[in-house]
């Protein structure tokens, strides 16, 4: 049973366009929300996260969206750049257990 | 201040073998947390370690194993290995009760 759900595996964007990341959570007692980014042959870096007592949460070019009504967030990327190429996981916090729940990932790619 | 570390980097045992992994957190972290990661699977939680308990488990069998030190460094231990186990283990620390937890580059295992 998947809690944590990111349904596109991939996507392309164009350099200075808007990356818009998706991802679906089903465990309403989820509370605390966080995307991760990772380089191949590196583990996940912290980028932003969001409470679930917020919509949403801005830092620089990197904004997340909280919808808690249809269990989703979406992280978006403006302008999007090459160096954002890399595999974006969407996790949860909270639940029965106190560890981070983690979709399966999606690959950005950036083109010049 | 130094980041999460974890040793060694990549290891090749073959079946039937066991293995030990290290982290050591960040200072001042006394929460330490292991994840496998898969290609088909994605992030999965093994267990979380506080204060040299054992506070959370995922869904692994008991071939899988850790403990946690005064220091707060952690070993993670693999008896009796299936090819299956191939996988990059990542350690991930935290402070407190703070939700955002910080990842070390991870060992890459072989199992042959």
């Known amino acids: 049973d998947q809690q944590v759900k990111q349904n596109s595996p991939s996507l392309s964007v164009q350099e200075g366009r808007i990356s818009i990341l998706n991802c679906d959570y089903t465990n309403s007692m989820f509370d605390y929300f966080l995307w991760y980014k990772k380089y191949p042959a590196e583990g996940p870096t912290f980028l932003i996260s969001?409470?679930?007592?917020?919509d949403k949460n801005e830092d620089g070019r990197f904004t997340v969206f909280l919808n808690k009504s249809a269990k989703h967030l979406s992280l978006h990327i403006v302008p999007s750049q090459p160096g954002d190429s890399a595999v974006y996981f969407c996790a949860a916090f909270g639940g029965s257990q106190g560890n981070l729940i983690f979709g399966k990932g999606t690959k950005l790619s950036v083109k010049p | 201040k130094a980041g999460v570390t974890q040793t060694p980097r990549y290891l090749i045992k073959t079946r039937g073998q066991q293995v030990t992994l290290s982290c050591s957190p960040i200072?001042?972290?006394?929460?330490v947390s292991w994840y496998q990661q898969t290609p088909g699977q994605g992030l999965q939680f093994l267990f979380e370690?506080?204060?040299?308990?054992?506070?959370n488990k995922g869904n692994f069998p008991g071939r899988f194993s850790g403990r946690q030190f005064s220091n707060s460094r952690s070993e993670m231990n693999v008896s009796t290995l299936e090819l299956g186990d191939s996988a990059l283990y990542l350690c991930?620390?935290?402070?407190?009760?703070?939700?955002?937890?910080?990842f070390g580059a991870g060992t890459r295992l072989s199992v042959l």
């Open positions: 200072s001042g972290h006394r929460s």
């Open positions: 991930a620390s935290r402070a407190g009760q703070e939700n955002i937890q910080y």
């Open positions: 370690y506080f204060s040299e308990t054992q506070r």
């Open positions: 969001i409470s679930s007592i917020k």
